[in-house]
Nanobody, 125 residues
Framework: QVQVVESGGGLVQAGGSLRLSCAAS????????MGWFRQAPGKEREFVSA????????SYADSVKGRFTISRDNAKNTVYLQMNSLRPEDTAVYYC??????????????????WGQGTQVTVSS
């Protein structure tokens, strides 16, 4: 099994910044690609960003390009999501996801094997 734990959510005013962290652990963790998804009330879960095993490949949803930056520290088995210029429409529960063996960046939720419990991000106007 793989344990996935997110942190860093909170309440911020529009235009502000937050940094989310996600630590993966467990014997089954092989350092695969990792990603962030989010789900707002009444909406389906959507892709936000993902990063390849090496960190050399990244992908972003159009809605966050230029504002969010994903990175990872393989020594700590941790992925980060730096969120700048936050908007009220970014309000959602943010979930970290881990691919067990896959190393490439993918946007489909079905490609991810392990998920965290989520962390709430609220952006006030």
């Amino acid at each position: 099994q793989v344990q996935v734990v997110e942190s860093g959510g909170g309440l911020v005013q529009a235009g502000g910044s937050l940094r989310l962290s996600c630590a993966a652990s467990g014997r089954a963790f092989r350092g695969g690609a990792m990603g962030w998804f989010r789900q707002a009330p009444g909406k389906e879960r959507e892709f936000v960003s993902a990063i390849s095993r090496s960190g050399g490949g990244t992908s972003y949803a159009d809605s966050v390009k230029g504002r969010f930056t994903i990175s990872r520290d393989n020594a700590k088995n941790t992925v980060y999501l730096q969120m700048n210029s936050l908007r009220p429409e970014d309000t959602a529960v943010y979930y970290c996801a881990v691919r067990s063996l896959g190393i490439a960046v993918v946007a489909g939720a079905g490609a991810y094997d392990y998920w965290g419990q989520g962390t709430q991000v609220t952006v006030s106007s």
